[in-house]
């Protein structure tokens, strides 16, 4: 059931909601809205749930007025969402904000492959400019991640969710902190060392050293598509193999990494933190004062229209691939025993037991449902004439290059491109086409979750033809991976399948939506075929 159906959003707003949700989770929801009077500018509202964001997130009322209070207080930079207003109700705490049009930049990097140089290079300048004002302004982020990388309809990036924000430096005086916060992958390692479940009597960390390191790691999967370690901890073998070979470890993800990149990545995730680089000497080193002829001089993108079309061509889905191959690391040749028996595949370590209901449901029509649906049905693989010329359609949807043997974004696209939206879209590139129906569609796709050992109960809408199959698992590093899968008919003999994530890192998310899209490959609708 929905949070508004629990109870209703607040009244007497000063501004119109005009979407439904574009995002979700287990205590929060945000949706488009526009001044009264006035059809612009559209901005984002996220209307929090106080009761379940205490029960569900820990979160009390004072940590969600602390994050208004820091967003209010950075003020406005190019590469950070500019906080608007906010409110509250008995119930509900709305926050008022800048929409970023663009989505997730994350969505748009090809899992375990990354982006070229050039292009890394530009998101790493425009995110070190806003972590750098952030800290002007005294404030640490402490989340910094791809989930909270984001970018603006003009493909710049911006800085988003400062729910674990903190103020380490006011009236010259710096703070050290003791709170254990932040993703495993991303998060610097004194922070559980220091935090105060690490047992530290008193010793804190620095916040903006924490930055510094996980905007390391931001860069480092920028380049190869990867995480290099689950978490900075005893129990990954990748950073203790790090550690042992002070920085410079084996790992092939490494290897491929040119020198001026690693000294960079080695001087910002360095572990004593009293040598590790600061956010200054990040701006004098060599790989980021390099020239890019992506970037202008005032930090935003120069050329929008060739980084997107470079950055979408890199997007692929192999069907060749094998999905449940699990390669096997150094760590797993450990683990397998004596008999040689062979790794089970699966999706993560650990699942639920059951599919697990979020509190929030999922609404909104697909982009494509505009026509209504006939009540005669094609024969079973054959297009309608209605689905023929949504086929036709999406010949010219830049998501439909993902599934190309050669992916390209079609010259006439690019001919009409003015913005960066219009070669990257704003809707997020998880989803795919398919010309069998539901009935037969949905086993499919319960067969490949089941093959990945992910959950899932699929769960008929009663006002739309469609199916929603609640995704709540861990993705391989062993952090959550939540969200929904949405199998709708969007024409007679055309159904669309959309991958939507709630909680998660979008890398992963794209990983696990690659392997269900190969394990139904043969349901997928491919513009070569």
């Known amino acids: 059931m929905k949070l508004s159906q629990l109870a209703p959003l607040p009244t007497g707003l000063p501004f119109r909601i005009v979407s439904s949700t574009i995002g979700q989770g287990a205590y929060a929801c945000i949706k488009r809205a526009c001044p009264l009077p006035a059809d612009t500018p559209v901005f984002a509202v996220k209307f929090i749930h106080k009761e379940y964001a205490a029960r569900q997130g820990h979160i009390s009322a004072k940590q969600l007025q602390m994050e208004v209070t820091l967003h209010k207080h950075i003020g406005q930079h190019n590469n950070i969402i500019t906080f608007f207003e906010t409110d509250e109700d008995e119930t509900w705490r709305w926050i008022a904000m800048e929409l970023a049009e663009g989505g997730d930049l994350f969505d748009k990097i090809e899992a375990d492959e990354g982006v070229g140089e050039d292009i890394a290079h530009v998101y790493f300048t425009q995110l070190i400019s806003a972590v750098g004002y952030m800290h002007s302004k005294g404030v640490g982020h402490r989340d910094i991640k791809p989930?909270?990388?984001?970018?603006?309809?003009?493909?710049?990036?911006?800085?988003?969710?400062?729910?674990?924000?903190?103020?380490?430096?006011?009236?010259?005086?710096?703070?050290?902190?003791?709170?254990?916060?932040?993703?495993?992958?991303?998060?610097?390692?004194?922070?559980?060392?220091?935090?105060?479940?690490?047992?530290?009597?008193?010793?804190?960390?620095?916040?903006?050293?924490?930055?510094?390191?996980?905007?390391?790691?931001?860069?480092?999967?920028?380049?190869?598509?990867?995480t290099p370690w689950d978490s900075p901890t005893d129990e990954s073998y990748e950073f203790g193999e790090y550690v042992r070979t002070n920085s410079k470890p084996t790992d092939e993800l490494w290897q491929h990494l040119p020198a001026a990149t690693l000294s960079l990545l080695r001087g910002m995730m360095r572990i004593d933190t009293a040598t590790r680089f600061t956010l200054e000497d990040v701006r004098r080193h060599p790989w980021?004062?390099?020239?890019?002829?992506?970037?202008?001089?005032?930090?935003?993108?120069?050329?929008?229209?060739?980084?997107?079309?470079?950055?979408?061509?890199?997007?692929?889905?192999?069907f060749t691939q094998d999905p449940l191959h699990k390669p096997v690391s150094q760590l797993d040749a450990m683990e397998v025993d004596q008999s040689g028996a062979e790794i089970q595949p699966k999706f993560s370590s650990t699942q639920p037991e059951h599919p697990v209901e979020d509190m929030l449901d999922w609404d909104g029509p697909s982009r494509l449902a505009a026509n209504h649906l006939s009540t005669s049905q094609p024969k079973e693989g054959q297009l309608s004439d209605q689905a023929i010329l949504l086929t036709e359609r999406l010949m010219e949807d830049p998501s439909m290059s993902q599934f190309s043997a050669t992916p390209s974004v079609p010259l006439s696209r690019t001919q009409k491109a003015r913005k960066f939206h219009d070669i990257v879209p704003s809707y997020g590139l998880t989803r795919f086409f398919s010309t069998l129906s539901l009935g037969l569609l949905?086993?499919?796709?319960?067969?490949?979750?089941?093959?990945?050992?992910?959950?899932?109960?699929?769960?008929?809408?009663?006002?739309?033809?469609?199916?929603?199959?609640?995704?709540?698992?861990?993705?391989?590093?062993?952090?959550?991976?939540?969200?929904?899968?949405?199998?709708?008919?969007?024409?007679?003999?055309?159904?669309?399948?959309?991958?939507?994530?709630?909680?998660?890192?979008?890398?992963?998310?794209?990983?696990?939506?690659?392997?269900?899209?190969?394990?139904c490959k043969d349901a997928v609708f491919k513009p070569d075929s």
């Open 147 to 226: 989930e909270n990388i984001l970018l603006s309809a003009d493909g710049n990036l911006k800085i988003a969710d400062f729910g674990l924000a903190t103020l380490f430096e006011y009236q010259g005086k710096t703070k050290l902190s003791t709170t254990l916060c932040g993703s495993p992958p991303y998060i610097a390692p004194e922070v559980i060392k220091c935090s105060k479940r690490g047992g530290s009597k008193g010793e804190g960390y620095r916040a903006d050293l924490v930055d510094v390191w996980s905007t390391g790691v931001v860069l480092f999967v920028l380049l190869v598509g990867n």
């Open 288 to 318: 980021f004062t390099r020239h890019n002829k992506y970037l202008s001089p005032d930090g935003k993108l120069a050329n929008p229209i060739n980084l997107a079309t470079s950055m979408f061509e890199s997007l692929h889905i192999d």
């Open 442 to 519: 949905v086993p499919r796709i319960s067969e490949a979750l089941q093959l990945l050992h992910v959950p899932a109960s699929p769960k008929p809408s009663e006002f739309t033809n469609s199916v929603l199959m609640r995704i709540k698992t861990y993705d391989d590093r062993k952090c959550p991976l939540h969200g929904n899968i949405i199998v709708e008919t969007v024409a007679e003999g055309l159904v669309e399948v959309e991958f939507v994530k709630i909680k998660g890192d979008p890398l992963e998310w794209r990983r696990f939506f690659k392997k269900v899209a190969v394990l």
